[in-house]
């Protein structure tokens, strides 16, 4: 049933990334298998795109320090999707016509949503790394394979924390219209309400916005237990650091896409005592630690929050090659649907029907000192501290 080897555990000297690996110039020969990675390259989320890309680099190098696959080198083809859906349609394109095998990657849904029709068209597996909202795996039964959770899982962790932990009775929730966020807020709503907390307000900001005065008067009008944002660093930190200068004393608190450096930054000590729904870093991991040290020596830089799932997801991809013994993607896409049980360094990774994968990855972090801490974990109905 397509038990993979396992992958944690392997890591060979890097030198420098060779053109093997590097990319998005589709000069690429027909000796390479070429895999897309769609991302965030340009704008506001550049950071995160960034460290996918990374570390789809860093997991491609290694394989081909082995030899490649099935006699040929792994070829990763980054593509510039600026979190938005019309170029994500295009950069979809753009990796199709350079004759990628499959695609892995994504950040916003927004983007990540018509990036995979765009796929799923032509029969391409795409893996998602980041991408959380639903509507990805429900309408891509069969093309599209989660590593990451859903926000019909996350925005329940967050109310049940709101509710058992932080003994809130009322609650603000925030979001910015995009399809992530929105999406998320919605689930933490409703997930809240059947727990009997009051969500005293539910309203937007506008993506790109500095001034978040008027909407925070209303949250302080409102005198919430909680308040809950689920849009992404770049405006959260800012969020943030206004609602402590404007006085607001609710504890704060945000969903994944948050678990930035860029929030830290910010929000500056405003930060301090928030805490952060999200999947678990590749430093709050024990496996993961061979690759986060990789991850430095090899770029100078931490690993972004989302790398270690990308990594992991080439080397899903990586196993299924394998397993199929084809390059052909429909070969792929029915290796990938008998994924079961590979042992990832997030984790074993199992995907159901749909492609989702069956574990629940969400924890809560918290900023202690400017750093994300990881603090709590939900294991079966049980809060639990995180060691």
Not at 45 to 57: H, M, T
Not at 61 to 77: A, S, T
Request: include cysteine; charged fraction near 20%; proline fraction near 4%.
């Amino acid at each position: 049933m397509g038990k993979g080897k396992g992958v944690g555990a392997i890591f060979l000297a890097l030198g420098l990334l060779v053109s093997a690996c590097g990319g998005g110039t589709g000069t690429a020969s027909s000796d390479t298998i070429k895999i897309g990675v769609p991302a965030p390259l340009t704008g506001d989320y550049a950071s995160a795109g960034e460290a996918i890309v990374n570390a789809a680099k860093l997991a491609a190098q290694e394989i081909n320090d082995q030899g490649g696959l099935l006699g040929k080198k792994v070829e990763v083809i980054d593509q510039d999707d600026q979190c938005d859906s019309q170029v994500g349609v295009q950069a979809a394109q753009k990796l199709i016509s350079q004759g990628i095998v499959a695609a892995v990657g994504g950040y916003c849904s927004s983007a990540s949503i018509p990036e995979a029709a765009e796929f799923a068209k032509k029969g391409i597996p795409y893996l998602l790394d980041a991408s959380t909202n639903p509507v990805l795996t429900e309408q891509n039964p069969g093309t599209v394979f989660r590593i990451c959770g859903r926000d019909d899982d996350q925005g329940p962790v967050a109310a049940s924390f709101m509710k058992d932990i932080l003994h809130a009775n009322t609650v603000a929730i925030i979001h910015d219209n995009t399809t992530y966020a929105k999406g998320l807020a919605e689930a933490a709503r409703d997930a809240a309400q059947k727990l009997g907390m009051n969500v005293v307000l539910f309203t937007a900001i506008t993506p790109g916005e500095k001034d978040f005065s008027s909407v925070l008067t209303q949250v302080k009008r409102a005198d919430p237990d909680v308040v809950y944002f689920t849009g992404y660093h770049a405006e959260g930190g800012l969020l943030v650091k206004q609602a402590r200068d404007l006085g607001i004393r609710a504890t704060l608190m945000a969903g994944d896409a948050n678990q930035d450096p860029t929030f830290l930054q910010t929000a500056g000590s405003a930060a301090n005592g928030a805490y952060i729904t999200t999947a678990p870093l590749a430093e709050f991991i024990p496996a993961a630690q061979s690759f986060v040290q990789k991850y430095k020596e090899t770029f100078k830089a931490s690993p972004g929050a989302y790398s270690v799932y990308e990594y992991d997801a080439m080397h899903v991809l990586f196993d299924a090659i394998k397993r199929a013994n084809s390059t052909d993607p429909k070969a792929i896409l029915a290796a990938l649907k008998e994924t079961k049980d590979f042992p990832a360094i997030t984790g074993t990774i199992t995907f159901d029907a749909k492609g989702d994968r069956t574990d629940k990855l969400y924890m809560v972090a918290v900023v202690e000192n400017g750093q994300f801490k990881p603090y709590m974990r939900l294991e079966n109905g049980q809060w639990q501290k995180v060691q």
